[in-house]
Nanobody, 127 residues
Framework: QVQLVESGGGLVQAGGSLRLSCAAS????????MGWFRQAPGKEREFVAS??????????AGSVKGRFTISRDNAKNTITIYLQMNSLKPEDTAVYYC??????????????????WGQGTQVTVSS
């Protein structure tokens, strides 16, 4: 059974930080690129960041580059993906979703279709 479970969302003031976590199990996710997307009210879901299966390559949306950092821990059967979010802005307010690439050894790029999704975690940044 595939499970992607996000945690770490919450309410923070502008300029603050949050770290999101995603625990992924049910597939050999250590061989999958993983990433984060977000959806704000009334807007389409958008790519935020992704990381290759071994962690050597990362990709960021222009709006978060330099403020957000994606990382992963493949050490256990349940891998964990992190999104460190610094210098948060009100426009970062959204539901954040963890997602996987379509299959093993395939990148998760902004234009990619993700295969597996988490249930989402709310991030709210107050001004």
């Amino acid at each position: 059974q595939v499970q992607l479970v996000e945690s770490g969302g919450g309410l923070v003031q502008a300029g603050g930080s949050l770290r999101l976590s995603c625990a992924a199990s049910g597939r050999t996710f250590s061989t999958y690129a993983m990433g984060w997307f977000r959806q704000a009210p009334g807007k389409e879901r958008e790519f935020v960041a992704s990381i290759s299966w071994g962690g050597a390559s990362t990709y960021y949306a222009g709006s978060v580059k330099g403020r957000f950092t994606i990382s992963r821990d493949n050490a256990k059967n349940t891998i964990t993906i992190y999104l460190q979010m610094n210098s948060l802005k009100p426009e970062d307010t959204a539901v954040y979703y963890c997602a996987s690439a379509q299959g093993p050894l395939r990148l998760l790029l902004p234009s990619s279709d993700a295969r597996y999704w988490g249930q989402g975690t709310q991030v709210t940044v107050s001004s």
